[in-house]
């Protein structure tokens, strides 16, 4: 045991009829993702640097829901928030209602880092970012014609749902290839959640984690979910680094990610015993999923969602990407 | 056959052993009127998740303690106030951050739990919920009182003294910047049925950065509450929010068996620095701590079987 590992997540609760290419694009993303960890930790990169870069790459690319691709709010725009967490120390940083910051996880590590807080969001945030220097964007940049989409059928599943009280068979586009499986109470077709995250353990048996997302579509403005919340979307110590993804509310009201770590410190169980204890006892009717990886060099990965986008990779030569059970 | 317990507190911090009858008193007379409200909600029957979110109202509505009138101001002089409700059978709860003109945060965390399908909003976007929900607002300037214009102006000079200073302690007149209104207020409940409930609400740090969120709206940092107990905590928010504190006392008795005492205790002591935090809990058996590792915590506790203290600094 022992020698560094790396996961990567793209969501929790994946639309069964998700088409062939799409699922193809999803394994690239994860496997380019995973190449890029691997090249730094063998290059004694620190967990904590390795967990930004890798989540960097996945705000930029358009395919999940953080940075460029996310989201949309209910007025079509994009709200972004992110936390990242360095398990050495436990020092965090996260933010909240980020709009023009190309990467979220960047400005919640100099949070971290570079500010007297923890927490930052929405105008101070963007304040602190202009401050910093870092690269601001148009938030026209984050949006893509695929969301814009999802969102118009996001608004008619809800006024489906509102008016009618029936499930939402056959929304409006969707008929053909609707599936009754709900992520947030709504179809997951449209509702499916792709929150990104990275836990990494690297040579020297640190722990870091991280998560970015752009939240709930058709969420309300100012809606806060669990990416930005320590202990619920994302978390680490000195024997592990957690980051979940789903249905947020569940993931918040079950500190999920923090759980991971207190079972192994308060009951003794490692790392497998400890993801598959919370994601049995802890989510209760909630759906969600995680990736962790331990200071002994193990990775782990448990959902109890309809799949997750997911990869991971030890120092041994191990690598697996995947979405399905 | 177990009983009712409450208890509330109005801020963990450096509270000078000296600090003035003048700042004292007040303090400890509304510690009796809530904890008596609190006491005869339980008493008429009414459900903890009830009693926390009235008694916190009260704490907000006093304008010594730091949360909603009497809130500690942010660097460019504003408020900014954020709270969160949690309800332990059902571990529902809401949260809010960044409000200016609500006059009862906690209230609005509660909206936010019952008559939304998310648990937190913030910023803009919760003032204008408040607003279509017919919550009370005010102009802000509701909320600022002389004494915090004073302390920010007392924080601000403390750090610049910080940068000018070469020697390692700034000049004693400076040192006890926020001196007794640090912290957050908060109170937690449980009935005889063993019904928990948690509420917490905080004006946050003086001389914040605006949009600096703490550890109060953080479900599991300064609330949480389950099957097994309710927990509010108070202090500097960074470190409570790294102890993931309210969480971790109910993990303790989950995980490890400890009694409620002894999980507050570990985690007071072991999970967050010296001189950070403090917190009230309950139990479902209707037992209440109080732990704190700073100089002193506001607060106050009652239990059904006649026990009631209400107290500053440690009790030896």
Known sequence: MGGWAIAVHGGAGVDPNLPAERQEEAKQLLTRCLNLGIVALRSNVSAIDVVELVIRELETDPLFNSGRGSALTEKGTVEMEASIMDGTKRRCGAVSGITTVKNPISLA????????HSYLAFSGAEDFARKQGVEIVDNDYFVTDDNVGMLKLAKEANSILF???????????????????????LPISIYAPETVGCVVVDGEGRCAA?????????????????????????????????????????????????????????????????VDYVIKHRLDEGFAGLIAVSNKGEVVCGFNSNGMFRGCATEDGFMEVAIWE | MVGWAIALHGGAGDIPIDLPEERRIPREIALRHCLDLGVSALKSGKPPLDVAELVVRELENHPDFNAGKGSVLTTQGTVEMEASIMEGKTKRCGAVSGLTTVVNPISLARLVMEKTPHIYLA????????????????????????????????????????????APTPPKELENCGDSQIGTVGCVAVDSAGNLASATSTGGYVNKMVGRIGDTPVIGAGTYANHLCAVSATGKGEEIIRGTVARDVAALMDYKGLSLTEAAAYVVDQSVPRGSCGLV????????????????????????????????????
């Open chain 2, 123 to 166: 910023f803009d976007a919760a003032e204008a919920f408040a607003r279509a929900h017919g919550v009370e607002t005010v102009d802000s300037s509701h909320f600022i009182t002389p004494e915090n214009v004073a302390r920010l102006k007392q924080a601000k000079e403390f750090n610049r003294v910080q940068l000018d200073y070469t």
């Open chain 1, 163 to 185: 008016d009618y009280r029936i499930p939402p068979m056959g929304c409006a586009g969707a008929a053909a290839t609707d599936s009754p499986i709900q992520m947030n109470g």
């Open chain 1, 210 to 274: 991280g998560t970015s997302t752009g939240g709930l579509m058709n969420k309300m403005m100012g809606r806060i979910g669990d990416s930005p919340l320590i202990g619920a979307g994302t978390y680490a110590s000195e024997l592990c680094g957690v980051s979940c993804t789903g249905e947020g509310e569940a993931i918040i009201r079950a500190t999920l990610a923090r759980d991971v770590s207190a079972v192994m410190e308060y009951k003794g169980l490692n790392l497998q015993e400890a």
């Open chain 2, 281 to 316: 809990a309950v139990s479902a058996k209707g037992e209440v701590t109080m732990p704190f590792n700073t100089t002193g915590m506001f607060r106050a506790c009652a239990t059904e079987d006649g026990y009631s203290e209400i107290a500053i600094w440690p009790n030896n």
């Open chain 1, 109 to 116: 590590r100099l949070v971290m880092d570079k500010s007297p």
